[in-house]
């Protein structure tokens, strides 16, 4: 009995989802620069914004791929007490055109990502600013598109979800489904909507009007966010700004995460701050989750002809709402079978994301710790994950 209730409610959850208006499983939303060669478009009203802590391998192709935009563009590269190359690196990569900030230390109550920003900020001088991380490579006529688009639909803040590597099982198994879940809680119809119901951004790459940052007091606003992406979408949003955030193919990340251990730290580092700290919303996570992704395969396993069709048919929900995220990253059809699995080490990392605060250690990122418990502090093996 219990079985067959709970598999109803899956049924009601996963029809919810795949029949809900606004459609959080597709990948409708999407900026690509038109394909072949164009003309070199003026690029004199954008400001790249690089925040840098420890990039030597990575940042050089992400400063070489912005000079590659069109002309005009500026770049700054705030270098944030880096203990190895990534200063020169970048200086070499960038040339006359490329600004490289000596960061000042961390003040209590910053996220170090957050703190690099605002001191690129104060170099900026264009209508806009592009937000880059150090590990991501734009594909030529990408920042054209970006303000192109900004333009056309009257978008104060332009974000796009980078492209992850997918070359081990474990990057093919969670790394789409990262983008996944992010769709079902930040459905993008309704982000990129005039309501404030909903407001997401990807902190990869992002196009902001620097009117509109000055407006909502710069990243100090969001200072303390650990999801700043999403944070800095909501303040644009709550002073009245629009927002939209698509897919892309043409903003690629080259920070590996070959291994399990990689994608769960990047995954637990924000997962517990994603539920606000809150014990309650984590139970109700969990319960959640427990229902969407184990009741269905139970209930087919062990349960009554009638309720072993239903979870059938929960099942085949579940696989066509994960297709066309598969699709859109040229992945086999047949990964979307694993979800249920895939759903499980999802609910684990969330788990220990907030275990981890509860014993006082926080995220930890670039060797510093942040978390509500833990405060700000720095963790020995500077440059570490942890």
Same mark, same amino acid.
């Given at each position: ?5 709970? @598999? ?15 459609? %959080? ?11 072949? %060669? ?13 925040? *840098?802590?420890?990039? *030597? ?28 190359? @990534? ?16 960061? *000042?230390?961390?003040?209590? !109550? ?15 001088? &264009?209508?806009? =600013? ?13 920042? #054209? ?30 790394? %789409?489904?990262?983008? /996944? ?5 930040? %459905? ?31 990243? !100090? ?21 629009? @927002? ?17 251990? =990689?994608?769960?730290?990047?995954? #637990? ?9 809150? &014990? ?11 229902? *969407? ?7 087919? =396993? ?26 859109? /990253? ?13 759903? &499980?080490?999802?609910?684990?990392? @969330? ?31 500077? !440059?570490?994950?942890?």
């Amino acid at each position: 009995m219990i079985l067959t209730v709970l @598999t109803a409610a899956a049924a009601v959850l996963w029809g919810g989802i795949l029949l809900a208006p606004w459609r %959080p499983w597709s990948t409708r939303e999407q900026l690509d620069p038109e394909p072949g %060669p164009s003309d070199p478009v003026d690029l004199s009203e954008v400001t790249a914004l690089i925040p *840098a802590r420890d990039e *030597a391998p990575v940042i050089g192709r992400t400063v070489v791929a912005l000079r590659a935009q069109g002309p005009g563009l500026r770049i700054v590269v705030v270098d944030d007490q880096s203990s190895d190359a @990534t200063a020169a690196v970048a200086r070499a990569a960038g040339g006359p055109t490329c600004d490289i900030v000596a960061g *000042a230390p961390l003040p209590d !109550g910053w996220v170090g990502k957050l703190w690099a920003l605002e001191q690129g900020r104060r170099r900026v001088r &264009t209508r806009l =600013a592009l937000l880059v991380d150090a590990d991501i490579e734009l594909r030529p006529g990408l920042v #054209a598109a970006l303000v192109a688009r900004s333009r056309r639909d009257g978008r104060e803040l332009v974000s796009l979800m980078a492209v992850l590597e997918q070359h081990t099982t474990w990057e093919r198994l969670l790394v %789409p489904a990262f983008v /996944y879940f992010f769709k079902l809680l930040y %459905p993008f119809r309704i982000a990129n909507s005039p309501s404030r119901l909903v407001a997401a951004a990807a902190g990869g790459c992002v196009l902001i009007e620097t009117a509109w940052l000055d407006r909502i007091g710069g990243f !100090g606003a969001v200072r303390s966010a650990l999801i700043d992406d999403c944070a800095l979408a909501r303040r644009v949003k709550d002073v009245g700004g629009r @927002t939209w955030i698509g897919l892309t193919h043409a903003a690629v990340s080259h920070r590996r995460m070959e291994s399990l251990g =990689a994608i769960w730290r990047m995954v #637990a580092r924000s997962a517990f701050a994603q539920l606000r700290f809150s &014990t309650l919303l984590l139970l109700a996570c969990v319960g959640l989750l427990m229902v *969407a992704f184990w009741v269905p395969p139970a209930a087919l =396993a062990l349960g009554s002809p009638r309720t072993r069709l239903v979870a059938l048919a929960v099942l085949a929900a579940m696989v066509l709402s994960y297709l066309p995220v598969l699709r859109f /990253y040229r992945l086999n059809a047949l990964w979307a079978l694993a979800l249920p699995l895939t759903g &499980t080490v999802y609910l684990l990392m @969330t788990i220990s994301s907030a275990m981890r605060e509860w014993r006082g250690a926080g995220a930890v990122w670039k060797g510093r710790a942040y978390g509500r418990g833990a405060g700000r502090r720095i963790v020995a093996a500077s !440059g570490s994950e942890g």
